[in-house]
């Protein structure tokens, strides 16, 4: 900084820039008034207030659909011991459990279910009837009949109907009593609800008692009460589906009685867009098979393959209209839909033979290819495309694969946790403010305003310096020059330094910036490296899948073993390359939450200045006594301003010191709070661990069951197909003898009417 010589600036010049400075003192201390306000002076969030704004938040997130994260926020605050004095722990725990049902995690939903039940206070009859609800998916009945004779007692002596109806289904589904006993039960429950006279579950009550009927084989009762069903007035959707199974399992007990007439009328009733009409129309066609009037049979199954080609019917139709052509003697029609169903289904049962046989261990086969998919595997999915839709238990293998990616979720969520505790830790030792980002955004405020604070002074101390320029001697002039370079040095970065909220977020802004783009080179990668890595995967499959394609021997053997020895290596770099990524995005997104950090430095550098100012200032002080009154009363009125600004600067530094008390109080609560965590973190672990050895080979297991039940289905229709070919075959071969001893026999009449026609002329001519 070159100070002009005072001769040659105006006392009036320098005024008016001592006002500038006083101006920026002035804005300084609006936002240290601000930042009091806001930051140091406003009591701080109670534990309470805390625990509430969190119920707040996960309850937001529940009712936007994010059950994931209310579920965790939700368990955190049931598991708080504060928290579970407050009004609204009832609540979180009735928000976590119906969180949890909704993730389809039915034992954590019904393990809370258990302890709001146990509570006996508001949400019971709704946590009841979800219990039951998991207790039939679940087939768990321990304690439920404590929980009902519970909920007679709150409510009167009698179920609300709602919860009554849950019940009724409950007993209905009871797999640990025999029919004889759960289905009576049932229906006594159903029967108080089908009594109420425009209840809500009146009807739905009634065909329960049917089914039950059919159950316990009564179908005299079992017609009255389905025909009452479809008698009724429908109100909704819901009643006219009831409606439309009442219609259904009418036609089903009148075939069971033989009564194919009515059974053919009520299976009519079924519209034709519904789920249930292809089953209608091949129970129709049985009916008219069983009544003899083989055409009208064949003229349903026609109209099941025009409307559901694609329906599971439609080969057992197929089958079924190929026998029923037979008994009409159509053979070559029925040659032909017997081969159609052959042709179609043979290759899909060979490729699945073929699936299971080609390795030694298929249930080993399945876990190791799910292993080594690091995504989502549907092992239906291997299934040949017109198998899928026979997979009737695929459900089974998708709950088999989502228990195993639950684990693996687990044991990730234990890592990331851990990592996430020490992450935590190493932030509150090392970044102290910077890791609670609202006090670190008071913090940064507060500096702003320091900065403002020191630019003021570094004006004054350039006025004064203009001021007194002219007196110096040549000692003073060398210490001033040696202080002058070295404030040169420093005010370069002072100037970069924000002073206002606008500075502090742009200034963030770009710190963000260069995040997003270093996350974005960060995705790519990862995403290039997961396509590398399922390459590998197909690599690897194919290798074993067509191990017994190949020939050559020991040589083969060895090459095989050396090619899968460099995809192995191959797959370690790039695991290795994705744990580098994996790592790098987590420090990504710890700096994003840091874009305002480094205060600390920034204070350093600021303390700095301050004291190569005030070594000018000390230099100038000692030239005071010198000079005129108009440069002595501006002086003055420059200490009247630097008092102001040290004042601001007291007001700073103890806005600052209040903001560091309470980030140490944080840190304090919050170390005790991760190490709690990373001490549960532990047991987790284990549990994790041993559920695992558990559940190893599970998804194979069931996968190899689903598949051989399908193989089963393709088995058994290819055979039924293979013997209607026989039989067509030695039907037309009983035909044809039939027809040839029919003509032999009339040969033989013929034959003897000639001879007894001829028998006189034969006389004589003997």
């Given at each position: ?9 105006t ?16 804005k ?28 707040s938040?996960?309850?937001?997130r529940?009712l ?46 019904r393990?809370?279910?258990?302890q ?9 009859k ?5 219990y ?13 009949d404590d929980y009902?004779?519970?909920a ?34 049932a ?6 609800l ?5 209840g ?35 109100r ?16 089903r ?6 009564k ?27 009916c ?11 003229d ?15 080969p ?7 026998t029923?052509?037979?008994?009409l ?27 299971l046989?080609?390795?030694k ?5 399945f876990?190791e290819?799910?292993?080594?998919n ?22 089974d ?29 190493k ?10 980002p609202?006090?670190?955004e ?10 403002i ?9 350039e006025?004064e ?20 370079a070295?404030e ?7 100037e970069?330094?924000p002073t ?5 977020t ?16 960060a ?16 690599v ?64 350093a ?7 190569v ?24 009125r ?34 005790d ?5 990373a001490?549960l973190?532990?047991?987790f672990?284990?549990?994790t661990?041993?559920i ?6 599970l ?56 001879e007894d ?5 034969l006389?004589?001519?003997?």
């Amino acid at each position: 900084m070159g100070a002009v010589p005072a001769a040659a600036q105006t006392l009036t010049d320098l005024t008016a820039r001592t006002e500038t400075a006083a101006a920026l003192v002035k804005k300084a201390a609006n936002d240290v008034e601000l930042v009091e306000r806001q930051y140091t002076l406003v009591d701080e969030q109670t534990d309470e207030a805390a625990l509430l704004a969190r119920f707040s938040d996960a309850e937001i997130r529940k009712l936007l659909g994010d059950y994931a994260t209310a579920s965790v926020l939700f368990y955190d605050l049931v598991a708080n011991k504060d928290f579970q004095k407050t009004p609204r722990y009832i609540d979180a725990l009735y928000y976590l459990a119906d969180s949890l049902y909704e993730m389809k995690n039915y034992l954590g939903a019904r393990l809370y279910l258990r302890q709001l039940l146990d509570l006996r206070g508001k949400y019971y009859k709704e946590a009841l009837a979800r219990y039951l609800e998991i207790a039939g998916r679940l087939n768990f009945f321990v304690g439920v009949d404590d929980y009902i004779t519970q909920a007679r007692g709150l409510s009167g002596g009698a179920l609300p109907a709602e919860l009554s109806y849950v019940y009724g289904k409950w007993l209905f589904s009871r797999e640990d009593l025999p029919v004889a006993d759960r289905v009576p039960k049932a229906q006594a429950v159903f029967d108080g609800l089908a009594r109420e006279a425009g209840g809500p579950l009146r009807l739905q009550s009634i065909y329960f008692i049917g089914v039950g009927h059919v159950r316990l084989k009564a179908w005299d009762k079992a017609i009255e009460s389905f025909t009452q069903v479809t008698k009724m007035t429908a109100r909704d959707a819901r009643d006219r589906k009831v409606q439309e199974l009442a219609e259904v399992s009418l036609g089903r007990v009148y075939f069971e009685v033989a009564k194919y007439d009515e059974a053919v009328e009520h299976y009519s009733h079924v519209p034709q867009q519904s789920d249930n009409f292809p089953d209608s129309l091949y129970e129709i066609a049985w009916c008219y098979v069983r009544k003899g009037e083989l055409r009208k049979a064949k003229d349903a199954t026609e109209v099941l393959l025009l409307v559901a080609e694609n329906s599971v019917l439609a080969p057992e139709a197929k089958i079924l209209q190929g026998t029923l052509l037979q008994k009409l003697q159509n053979y070559e029609e029925a040659l032909d839909t017997y081969n159609g169903v052959i042709n179609e289904y043979a290759p899909v049962r060979d490729e699945i033979d073929a699936l299971l046989t080609v390795n030694k261990d298929p249930v080993a086969y399945f876990d190791e290819l799910l292993a080594r998919n690091e995504k989502t595997l549907d092992v239906t999915k291997l299934l040949p495309t017109a198998a899928l839709k026979w997979a009737s238990t695929r459900d089974d293998v998708a709950d088999a694969v989502a228990i195993t990616n639950a684990l693996d979720e687990s044991r990730k969520g234990l890592a990331d946790s851990r990592d996430i505790a020490t992450r935590i830790l190493k932030s509150l030792d090392e970044r102290g403010v910077d890791s609670f980002p609202l006090l670190q955004e008071g913090y940064s405020r507060a500096a702003a305003v320091e900065t403002i604070v020191t630019r003021a002074e570094e004006a004054l101390t350039e006025i004064e310096g203009e001021l007194v320029g002219s007196k110096l001697s040549a000692e003073q002039l060398q210490q001033l020059e040696a202080a002058r370079a070295q404030e040169k040095n420093l005010k370069a970065r002072i100037e970069t330094l924000p002073t206002t909220s606008e500075q502090l977020t742009e200034r963030k802004a770009r710190i963000q910036s260069a995040i997003d783009a270093l996350e974005k080179q960060a995705f790519q990668l990862s995403i290039e490296a997961q396509s590398h890595a399922a390459q590998l995967v197909a690599v690897r499959k194919y290798v074993d899948d067509t191990r017994a394609q190949r020939k050559g021997g020991k040589t083969a053997t060895e090459d095989e073993k050396a090619f899968l020895e460099r995809v192995t290596n191959e797959q370690n770099g790039i695991d290795a390359t994705l744990a580098e990524i994996d790592d790098l995005r987590k420090r990504l997104a710890a700096e994003r939450n840091n874009a305002d950090k480094a205060v600390s430095g920034e204070d350093a550098l600021r303390k700095q200045y301050t004291g190569v100012l005030d070594q000018e200032r000390g230099i100038y002080n000692q030239l005071r006594a010198g000079l005129p009154d108009d440069s002595r009363r501006l002086l003055g009125r420059i200490d009247v301003v630097r008092a102001d600004a040290d004042a601001l600067k007291d007001r700073v530094n103890r806005a600052k010191g209040t903001i560091r008390e309470r980030v140490q109080r944080r840190a304090q609560k919050l170390r005790d709070q991760v190490l709690a965590e990373a001490t549960l973190l532990e047991g987790f672990s284990k549990d994790t661990d041993a559920i695992t050895g558990e559940t190893r080979n599970l998804v194979g297991r069931i996968a190899f069951d689903s598949f051989r039940r399908v193989q089963k289905s393709f088995y058994d229709l290819v055979l039924k197909a293979d013997v209607g070919v026989v039989d067509v075959s030695f039907q037309r071969k009983q035909d044809k003898t039939s027809e040839i001893q029919k003509k032999s026999a009339a040969k033989d009449r013929e034959l003897k009417q000639l001879e007894d026609e001829f028998k006189d002329v034969l006389k004589d001519v003997d």
